[in-house]
């Protein structure tokens, strides 16, 4: 009987399933946010339009991505908050949606 001990990490991503996560039409990218914008700010913000999966952002930063885990809902995120001009912290950052391509070269680039 051969005996294998388990194994605890994740598998790697593979380039299907990660291509399937960016082609989703997910991912908003935000820039010129306050660097004293925190996370739950982003959160609460972008939940109004649908449910997030990720608040991908560090404090102090500027820049970041927020991923939906729907499409709609980045839609209807990035409608509202491109025309509205929603304020977060003393900034109006300013948002749009990553291409196909920018998706899958983030998603790789995250799921490292």
Aim: glycine letters at 6%; proline letters at 5%; hydrophobic letters at 40%.
């Amino acid at each position: 009987m051969d005996f294998r001990p388990p194994t605890f990490a994740a598998p790697p991503a593979s380039a299907a399933k990660v291509a399937g996560l960016a082609k989703a039409k997910t991912i908003l990218r935000f820039e010129s946010a306050s660097a004293s914008t925190d996370r739950n700010d982003l959160k609460q913000l972008c939940s109004q339009y649908g449910e997030v999966a990720f608040v991908d952002f560090r404090f102090g930063e500027t820049t970041g991505y927020i991923r939906f885990r729907n499409p709609d809902g980045a839609s209807a995120a990035l409608s509202a908050l491109s025309s509205d001009g929603h304020e977060i912290a003393g900034a109006t950052p300013s948002w749009s949606a990553l291409s196909d391509e920018q998706a899958e070269q983030y998603m790789k680039a995250a799921t490292k």
